[in-house]
């Protein structure tokens, strides 16, 4: 079974949907594309939502570059989720539509992968922290004497 990486891919995808929802405008106006009624009427709700997913997808992008123990370098999500934007709104031109969709759901996506990441505190405090269980051990020997206090 393969490792699949999903806050990197829902970073990606965030990071591409979410500039293909903010910049979906401008070349449907310059190459006569179709648009939907948000991008018509309302240009500024369908910027702000990608302009969100393009900021939580750069934060994150941006935390898992600083964070040492990630073997796959964070800055990669940002060329990944250019071409995911390119292909998305050069190709296939769907961009005003589905991305309404699209973006916020890979951002709740991300976010919800984001808070499950455990970051060792040794790696953001530098210090030698060890969390304690509060597991006391008692003895090491199996048998004790029948007058014993430290036998429970």
Excluded: C
Aim: hydrophobic residues 55%.
């Amino acid at each position: 079974m393969t490792n699949l990486d999903l806050p990197f891919f829902a970073a990606a995808l965030a990071f591409g949907w979410g500039l293909s929802l903010a910049t979906y405008r401008i070349f449907a106006v310059r190459n006569d594309w179709p648009m939907g009624e948000l991008h018509r009427n309302k240009p500024l709700v369908p910027v702000l939502l990608g302009v969100f997913a393009l900021a939580i997808a750069f934060l994150f992008a941006a935390f898992r570059a600083a964070t040492p123990a990630s073997e796959l370098g964070g800055w990669w999500i940002l060329p990944a989720g250019l071409l995911w934007a390119f292909f998305w709104t050069g190709f296939m031109r769907v961009g005003s539509q589905a991305s309404l969709f699209l973006a916020p759901l890979a951002t709740v996506v991300l976010v919800f992968a984001w808070i499950s990441v455990r970051t060792p505190p040794s790696f953001v405090l530098d210090s030698e922290y060890q969390p304690n269980s509060g597991v006391v051990e008692r003895s090491t020997s199996a048998y004790s004497e029948p007058g014993d206090r430290n036998n429970w």
